[in-house]
Structure formats: C-alpha cells, structure tokens
C-alpha cells in the first residue's frame, strides 16, 4: 500500500531557528513529491521536486528530493512566526490510464514562538 | 474574480438532506479534484476529473456524486448527508501532468 509518512509530528522553535521537516514515501509509480503549507484554511502550493538532488528555493524556504533512499526535506532558515503552519508532503503517483493519485501524509504542525 | 473559489463557505445540514457543494475554476484546468481533511486522516481523494465529462473514484466515494458538464465546475453532491460527512472539503485544480494542484478556500460542512 502507497505511503508518506512525514515527521516530526509537531514541532516548536523560536523565531529565527532552523527547521527541518521530513517525508519519507513509499509508491508505487512515483511521479513527483509535493510540499503544501496550510494555515488556517486551504494548502498552499510550495514545491513540485521530480529529480534527486536538485535543490528547490524559495526566500527562506528550500527542499530536496532522494529518490534512492526515497525521502525529501524542507528546511526553513531563520523562522518567523508567520511560518506557524501545516506542511503538508504528497508525492503523486500515475495509475492505470495516466491517471493522476496524490497520497498525503498527515503533516507537520510547526509553530514558531517570538 | 481568477483563480478557484468554492461555495458555500460553511453548511449546516440536516441527517438525509441532500447537499451540493460548488467548485469553479477560471484558469481552464483539465485536472479538477475534490478532498475531504479530517482529523487524524489528513487529505483523502472523493473524486477526481481529468477532463469535462471524465470522472472517477477516489479513496472515499461512498456516498458522493459529481459531475463535470464544463471544464470550470466541478460540483459535488452529497445524496443523503451523514454525521460522518462533516468536514472540511476542498475543491483543487491541476493544469497538467508538470503543475502542482491549487485549493479552493474550502468548504466547513456540518451535518446534524
């Protein structure tokens, strides 16, 4: 059975720490691996990573995908508290008909404190 | 107004009504999906479209109908509403194989 699995499950930090989120997978016909952050209401689009290796940026924001040992990272440097959030990992897989399938892992809840 | 935006917002209902819950996309994407976040389950398929007139089945189905007559909307259609229906339900679209998908705001929807 396809699974992401992201950890830790929550975690708090002070403003101006370093993060590091974790998603590990397990899919079959893997396609690419998503990163969503969530505040209080819909996911918002981070990152799309298809390659290994290649690291994706965004501000303070960057993530990096292992295809070989089947896990990414999202790191985000020097937190603020408007980086308080979910984020949210999916990889997305084809199935049968080109057919698009994403699986969501639960999330990391992240709050940062002043 | 652009982009993908869900109506109505919340929604109290009734065991055994029947409630539709709108989605609209201004950007003409092919891939349209609706999920449902609960608690301790996360983000969970109910249906998904990869084009007008072509729908399948996700994870939890049982109990939803879709239909996608146009490619800008996306309807989901809950036949005999259940307590075991409230939840939180996003409406997302997807351009293409090599794009991310973007949320709707979400519908609350509470069945009583």
């Known amino acids: 059975e396809d699974k992401v699995v992201q950890s830790p499950l929550s975690l708090v930090v002070h403003e101006g720490d370093t993060v590091t989120l974790n998603c590990s997978y397990e899919?079959?016909?893997?396609?690419?691996l998503l990163w969503y952050k969530q505040e209080k209401k819909a996911p918002t689009f981070l990152f799309m990573l298809?390659?290994s290796g290649i690291e994706k940026k965004s501000g303070r924001l960057s993530s990096i995908l292992d295809k070989k040992e089947l896990f990414s990272i999202l790191n985000i440097t020097a937190t603020q508290t408007g980086d308080s959030a979910i984020y949210l990992c999916?990889?997305?897989?084809?199935?049968?008909?080109?057919?698009?399938?994403?699986?969501w892992g639960l999330g990391t809840s992240l709050a940062v404190n002043p | 107004d652009a982009g993908i935006t869900q109506s109505p917002r919340y929604k109290i209902t009734e065991t055994g009504r029947q409630v539709t819950l709108m989605c609209h996309q201004t950007?003409?994407?092919?891939?349209m999906f609706w999920y449902r976040q609960d608690l301790g389950h996360g983000l969970r398929l109910i249906y998904y479209?990869?084009?007008?007139?072509?729908?399948d089945k996700g994870e939890v189905p049982d109990g939803y109908v879709v239909s996608r007559s146009k490619t800008e909307n996306f309807p989901l259609t809950l036949e005999s509403a259940t307590r075991s229906q409230t939840s939180v339900y996003f409406c997302?679209?997807?351009?293409?194989?090599?794009?991310?998908?973007?949320f709707g705001s979400g519908t609350r929807l509470t069945v009583v």
């Open positions: 999916a990889v997305e897989a084809l199935s049968a008909g080109n057919n698009r399938k994403l699986i």
């Open positions: 899919v079959t016909n893997f396609r690419s």
């Open positions: 298809t390659s």
């Open positions: 950007w003409s994407h092919s891939y």
């Open positions: 479209s990869a084009a007008a007139d072509i729908t």
């Open positions: 997302a679209s997807s351009s293409g194989l090599n794009y991310g998908y973007t």
